[in-house]
Nanobody
Framework: QVQLVESGGGLVQPGESLRLSCAAS????????MGWYRQAPGKQRELVAT???????NYADSVKGRFTISRDNAKNTVYLQMNSLKSEDKAVYYC?????????WGQGAQVTVSS
């Protein structure tokens, strides 16, 4: 079973940036499309960005132009660069394969945007 571990969350002010990382426990990321998901308090988990195994990316409208998903297959790591953060971006961020698999959810990374 593959474990995915998110890191890089934190508390920032509106307009600032964060970069999240998602590391896989074994060599497998290159085989799959990957996604970043987020869940805000009281809301359902939503898909934020995806990247195919070839590097094709897609974004939710709410983050388009601000967030960038990327992958380094040699390091078994997927990244989410988040710029111009807004208060509404506050959530726990998770990575998973895409489409998401129930066995692959990690503990997530908390992102808080507050002045």
């Amino acid at each position: 079973q593959v474990q995915l571990v998110e890191s890089g969350g934190g508390l920032v002010q509106p307009g600032e940036s964060l970069r999240l990382s998602c590391a896989a426990s074994r060599s497998m990321l290159s085989m799959y499309a990957m996604g970043w998901y987020r869940q805000a308090p009281g809301k359902q988990r939503e898909l934020v960005a995806t990247i195919s195994y070839r590097g094709t990316t897609n974004y939710a409208d709410s983050v388009k132009g601000r967030f960038t998903i990327s992958r380094d297959n040699a390091k078994n790591t997927v990244y989410l660069q988040m710029n111009s953060l807004k208060s509404e971006d506050k959530a726990v961020y998770y990575c998973n394969v895409h489409p998401a698999h129930g066995d692959c959810w990690g503990q997530g990374a908390q992102v808080t945007v507050s002045s």
